[in-house]
Every structure is written in structure tokens, then in C-alpha cells.
């Protein structure tokens, strides 16, 4: 379910603009590992226009140049990638199409505010942990219960939940 709400947030933010068509089948067709490693020229290529207007119309759009536009995509391909499989942190930043992996751990930051890995810890614990969670406990918990009953919810990562507490049903 978080994985979805995830995606669809994501979704929801690229489409909640007045884009043009073109652009927003450019951004989804976009989403895939062969063309973010390709980057920017990339993302021209499927707009089939000139770079400088593709960039005016982003920046009409969404506030922010191409270059943002495609370094938010990359990203959250990467996030996804984090949550979903086990791949390498080294080997989802090359697949993004990051040529250094310090791009990619300051992009992630400013966009996350947390690295790749404490990301990935985070998200796949309440991914994998949260339906064992229901089977033995269908019940409403806060954060703070489910941390004293289960202690890999600590602190650090309450604070880092942008929730106050879990339905479970």
C-alpha cells in the first residue's frame, strides 16, 4: 500500500500542472532505465522540440529547469528501486544515471533529506514489517506503540515517519 501511495503522490504531483500533452507522455515515457541513463538529451528526445522551449515550458509548469525535472525523476526511480529490490546502492545510482555516486547521495539528500541507505531501511522495514504487524495485531496503533512493542520502529525513525500513526485493519 505505501508503495502505491508513493507512486501515486508522485503521480499526482506531475499531472496537477496545466503540461501540455507531449510533455507529460515525454515525463512517463521518461521512467525507464535506459532513458535516465541517457539523461537530459534523452528527455529531449522523446518531446520531439527544441530544447530551449521544452525548458520554458517546464519552468512554466513545474517552477524548475529541465535539468531539476530529470534529476527528480531519476531520483524517484531510485527511491523506488530502494524500496522494492536489493540491487546495490551503487548499482541503482548507475541505472538512474548518475556517473558519480556522490551525485547521486547529494541529489537523494536534497530531495529526501536522508541517504539512500537509511531511505531503504526505513521504507522496506514498514514495506516488509507492516503485514506481519496486521497478522498478529489487527488493531489501531500510534507510532509510539508500535515502537515500545517493536522496538525496530526506534526513534530516529519515528521522526522520520511523515505520519502520526498506522490504521491497520
Not at 121 to 145: D, G, M, T
Request: proline residues 4%; contains cysteine; positive net charge.
Amino acid at each position: 500500500l505505501f508503495i502505491f501511495r508513493n507512486l501515486q503522490e508522485y503521480e499526482s504531483e506531475i499531472n496537477n500542472t496545466q503540461a501540455p500533452a507531449w510533455l507529460l507522455a515525454a515525463i512517463r515515457k521518461f521512467n525507464q532505465a535506459n532513458h535516465l541513463r541517457e539523461g537530459n538529451s534523452a528527455f529531449v528526445s522523446l518531446c520531439d522540440r527544441n530544447s530551449d522551449y521544452i525548458n520554458r515550458v517546464i519552468k512554466t509548469c513545474y517552477q524548475q529547469t529541465l535539468t531539476d525535472l530529470v534529476n527528480d525523476i531519476r531520483i524517484n526511480y531510485a527511491a523506488n528501486q530502494l524500496i522494492l529490490t536489493n540491487m546495490p546502492i551503487k548499482s541503482i545510482a548507475h541505472a538512474c544515471g548518475f556517473s558519480s555516486l556522490a551525485a547521486f547521495y547529494k541529489q537523494f539528500n536534497i530531495r529526501h533529506k536522508q541517504t539512500p541507505l537509511e531511505y531503504r531501511r526505513l521504507h522496506q522495514a514498514i514495506v516488509w514489517f507492516l503485514p506481519w504487524i496486521k497478522h498478529q495485531h489487527p488493531f489501531y496503533y500510534s507510532i509510539s506503540e508500535l515502537s515500545n512493542t517493536y522496538p525496530i520502529l526506534d526513534k530516529r525513525r519515528q521522526q522520520q515517519l511523515s505520519f502520526n500513526s498506522l490504521l491497520l485493519h
